[in-house]
C-alpha cells in the first residue's frame, strides 16, 4: 500500500541569506507509516503546486460551478516577499495544509500532493549558508490551551519597509539611504524617527522616507479624535509651513490626530494646526524639569508631504485630511460639545458683567422662541458690543481719537 500523509504541521519559517536573501515555511509532515518529515518550502512554490492541484480537479476547485469547491483558497504571493508578509500568512498556510490533507482520497492522497510533501535532498542538506550572516528561525507560537510549556521562541520579527526618496544623514546618527533601498526597522519612535538597519549600518531616519511592502501606508488613526487628549509643548517651535502652529514652551494643547510622521495634529483655543510630536508630552504624566527639553532628535523629522511625490511602489497612496477640513470638523466638534471657539475677547461670552451689558443689544423678534434657541442648527452670531462696551474696553488712544472725531461731526 503506497504511502499517504495524515497530517502537517507548520512549525514556523527560516530567513535564509544566501544565495540571495529568502525566506522558507517549515513543514513537519506525519506519514502513515507513523514517520515525521521536516520539509522547507518557499511560498511561490506552494501557490505553483495549489494552481497544479486546481488544474488536476476542475470540479473540486470549482472552476466549472462554484458551490462545488472544496480545495480550500490560497492567496498569490507577494511580488517581493517580506519578514511582515511572511509572519502573517502563516496562519493561513497552516490552514490551507490541514483542510488539504482532509480532503477526499482521491485528491489528498494523490501523486501531485503525496510528490511535493516527500522528502527533497535539499531538506536533509539545506543550502550552504552565508559567510557572514547566519539563518534565522522563526518558530511559530502555539496555543497555551495545549499546555506545551516548553515553547521556544524565535528572534524578533523586524518590519521592512522600502525607502521612497534619498536621504542623506545630517548627524553621526543617522545614515544615508537611496530609493529603492530595503530597510527592517528596530524601533519606530513616536517623534517620527525611527531606528533602522540597511545591511550592516543602522541609524535614525524619517518615517517620512519610508513606506511598508504590504499597502501604501502604514495604518494611522483612522479618524481623528476631536475631544482631544491634553498635551505640554515642552520647546517652542515657529511655524515653517501655512498648515502649522507656531506655539512658545510650556503652552497647553489638544492632540486630535497622530500620525505617524511624527507630526501631531493639535488644537490651540480655535486654531488648528500640525506641530511636532516630540516637543509635546501628555499632561497626565510626571517628567523631570531637566528632561523637559530634552529630545531623542534635536530636530523635527521632514513633513511627509515634502517628498509625497517620490516614485512608490504602490499605485495609489491612503486619503489624507486637508487642513481645512481639520479646521472645520474642529470647530463643529466645539460647538456641538457646547463651547463656540473664540474668535477674539469681545466674542467671548464667559463673564457675566460682558453678558448683562449685552442683554440690551440682542434683538427682540416676535417669532423668536425657546425651542429655536435650544436646536444645534448653527452657532448663534454673538450679538455686537454696544458703543457704552466698546468705549470701556478700548485704549486711551482709541478715546482720543473717537472724540476728536465726535467733536469735528458735531461742529459740523
Avoid at 495549489?50 to 470549482?62: A, D, T, Y
Avoid at 530609493?179 to 524619517?206: A, H, L, T, Y
Avoid at 530636530?299 to 516614485?311: D, E, L, Q, W
Amino acid at each position: 500500500m503506497e504511502l499517504y500523509i495524515r497530517h502537517v504541521e507548520l512549525l514556523g519559517f527560516e530567513k535564509r541569506f544566501y544565495p540571495s536573501q529568502h525566506y522558507v515555511y517549515m513543514l513537519m509532515v506525519k506519514w502513515s507509516d507513523l514517520t515525521e518529515k521536516l520539509i522547507y518550502r518557499r511560498y511561490p512554490e506552494i501557490h505553483t503546486f495549489h494552481k497544479s492541484l486546481k488544474e488536476m480537479f476542475p470540479i473540486e476547485s470549482g472552476d466549472i460551478d462554484k458551490k462545488d469547491r472544496i480545495i480550500p483558497e490560497l492567496p498569490a504571493p507577494k511580488w517581493l516577499d517580506s519578514q511582515r508578509s511572511t509572519e502573517t500568512r502563516q496562519s493561513t498556510l497552516a490552514e490551507y495544509c490541514q483542510s488539504l490533507v482532509n480532503l477526499p482520497p482521491k485528491i489528498s492522497r494523490c501523486e501531485l500532493v503525496r510528490s511535493f510533501f516527500k522528502v527533497r535532498p535539499e531538506d536533509e542538506n539545506p543550502p550552504v549558508t552565508h559567510p557572514v550572516k547566519r539563518n534565522e528561525t522563526f518558530v511559530a507560537s502555539k496555543d497555551k490551551s495545549t499546555g506545551n510549556a516548553s515553547e521556544i521562541s524565535g528572534p524578533i520579527i523586524l518590519d521592512t519597509y522600502r525607502v521612497i526618496a534619498d536621504f542623506n544623514k545630517t548627524s553621526k546618527h543617522e545614515i544615508n539611504l537611496k530609493c529603492g533601498d530595503m530597510v527592517e526597522i528596530v524601533e519606530k519612535s513616536p517623534n517620527g524617527w525611527w531606528f533602522c538597519q540597511c545591511e550592516f549600518k543602522r541609524g535614525w531616519v524619517p518615517a517620512t522616507y519610508l513606506e511598508p511592502l504590504d499597502t501604501p501606508e502604514e495604518s494611522e488613526e483612522p479618524e481623528p479624535n476631536y475631544a482631544g487628549e491634553i498635551h505640554i509643548t515642552t520647546k517652542a517651535y515657529t511655524a515653517v509651513e501655512d498648515d502649522e502652529l507656531t506655539l512658545e514652551a510650556g503652552e497647553t494643547v489638544e492632540v486630535i490626530h497622530k500620525l505617524l510622521d511624527g507630526w501631531w495634529v493639535v488644537r490651540k483655543e480655535d486654531k488648528t494646526g500640525h506641530f511636532p510630536s516630540m516637543f509635546l508630552h501628555p499632561t497626565g504624566e510626571k517628567r523631570d524639569v531637566s528632561d523637559m527639553n530634552k529630545t531623542q532628535r534635536q530636530t523635527p523629522p521632514p513633513r511627509r508631504s515634502s517628498i509625497y511625490n517620490a516614485k512608490s511602489i504602490h499605485g495609489k497612496s491612503t486619503r489624507r485630511i486637508s487642513q481645512d477640513t481639520y479646521r472645520k470638523n474642529s470647530r463643529r466638534f466645539l460647538q456641538q460639545r457646547g463651547s463656540q471657539p473664540r474668535k477674539s475677547p469681545m466674542s467671548f461670552t464667559g463673564s457675566p458683567l460682558q453678558e448683562k451689558k449685552n442683554e440690551d443689544n440682542i434683538s427682540k423678534s416676535p417669532n423668536s422662541s425657546n425651542v429655536d434657541m435650544g436646536k444645534n442648527t448653527s452657532p448663534r452670531v454673538p450679538p455686537r458690543p454696544s458703543p457704552e462696551l466698546i468705549m470701556e474696553r478700548c485704549t486711551e488712544n482709541t478715546r482720543m481719537k473717537v472724540s476728536v472725531c465726535k467733536s469735528s461731526t458735531e461742529s459740523k
